[in-house]
């Protein structure tokens, strides 16, 4: 198994900037889902993808955007940052059946 | 909506000390219960997990039952070590392969 691997591991963008954050699923994976962190808080989903397709999305605006690609990797896109999107992003990837989430060890995005 | 809540910490102990963090939920329906652990600098890490009432999770000598009349599902230990402190996670799951909504995470500090 090769886990779940996220980059960057840290960055650092200005207030109103674009950021794209990248999670490659593990092996055999068809599902990612992605989930926000703020410090000192338990994660809260974002989006979660199955087969390229959109399908679940939590409390979070519009300029929050993702793709899952063929390979199942995925793309974690946010425009026009703000201050309080600067946290922990997560992304697990899991096969469509119970309960196998797999994390990786997160992006930690500071918005200045 | 769903929710899950959990011991106000952060909890220190000794190492060997017995270690209960309380964990209650609610969901309109019937959800899966799982702990996942934090180490500092890093993703999450399943521990145990529980899928229908009266389950018990274990895992590293960590334990949860699931009980449904009191929608509980409490993390305990036996014996702590000082390699067991991180920040814990109670979450929730309401079918297969969809959303986990997690607590505010309990942080665990064990001294020797």
């Known amino acids: 198994e090769t886990g779940v691997t996220q980059s960057p591991t840290h960055l650092i963008k200005t207030r109103g900037q674009q950021v794209t954050l990248r999670c490659s699923s593990q092996?055999?994976?068809?599902?990612v889902s992605w989930y926000q962190q703020a410090l000192g808080q338990g994660p809260q989903f974002i989006f979660q993808y199955y087969r390229e397709e959109e399908n679940g999305r939590g409390n979070f605006p519009p300029r929050f955007s993702g793709l899952q690609f063929p390979n199942y990797s995925s793309e974690l896109n946010v425009n026009a940052l703000e201050l309080d999107d600067s946290a922990l992003y997560l992304c697990?990837?899991?096969?469509?059946?119970?309960?196998?989430?797999?994390f990786g060890s997160g992006t930690r995005l500071t918005v200045v | 909506g769903d929710s899950v809540t959990q011991m106000e910490g952060p909890v220190t102990l000794s190492e060997e000390a017995f270690l209960t963090i309380n964990c209650t939920y609610t969901a309109t329906g019937y959800p899966s219960l799982f702990w996942y652990v934090q180490y500092p600098g890093e993703g999450l890490q399943l521990l145990l997990k529980a899928t229908k009432a009266d389950d018990k999770g274990s895992n590293k000598g960590f334990e949860a039952t699931y009980r449904k009349e009191t929608t509980s599902f409490h993390l305990e230990k036996g014996s702590v070590q000082v390699s067991d402190s991180a920040v814990y996670f109670c979450a929730l799951s309401l079918a297969s392969g969809s959303r986990l909504t997690f607590g505010e995470g309990t942080q665990l500090t064990v001294n020797p």
């Open positions: 092996s055999g994976h068809n599902t």
């Open positions: 697990a990837s899991s096969l469509r059946q119970p309960y196998g989430y797999t």
